[in-house]
Nanobody, 126 residues
Framework: QVRLVESGGGLVQAGGSLRLSCAAS????????MGWFRQAPGKEREFVAA????????YYADSVKGRFTISKDNVENTVYLQMNNLKPEDTAVYYC???????????????????WGQGTQVTVSS
């Protein structure tokens, strides 16, 4: 069992920055791939960014490339999402998810993640 707790959301003006954190329980965090997804009202949960278990690879949605950075601290059992140059269309509830490095499916697909946090609201005003 893995427990994920997101934090760091809030209200920010367009062009501003936020840093989301996702703290994970479990002694095998270093073997997890981690991902960030977001869900706006009335929309499906969509992929934002992911990072491989070893941090050797990162993946981003086209809409956030060059603005968002995902990182993973295997000592602190935490994954981060640094969000810069935020836009109103980034407004959503942001969720982190975890999946085993031995799992199947694409890191881009929410269906391949085993555990989710409760989410943190990000609101970007224009």
């Amino acid at each position: 069992q893995v427990r994920l707790v997101e934090s760091g959301g809030g209200l920010v003006q367009a062009g501003g920055s936020l840093r989301l954190s996702c703290a994970a329980s479990g002694r095998t965090f270093s073997t997890y791939h981690m991902g960030w997804f977001r869900q706006a009202p009335g929309k499906e949960r969509e992929f934002v960014a992911a990072i491989a278990w070893s941090s050797s690879s990162t993946y981003y949605a086209d809409s956030v490339k060059g603005r968002f950075t995902i990182s993973k601290d295997n000592v602190e059992n935490t994954v981060y999402l640094q969000m810069n140059n935020l836009k109103p269309e980034d407004t959503a509830v942001y969720y982190c998810g975890s999946r085993s490095r031995y799992g199947s499916g694409s890191v881009y697909s929410k269906d391949s993640y085993d555990y989710w946090g409760q989410g943190t609201q990000v609101t970007v005003s224009s």
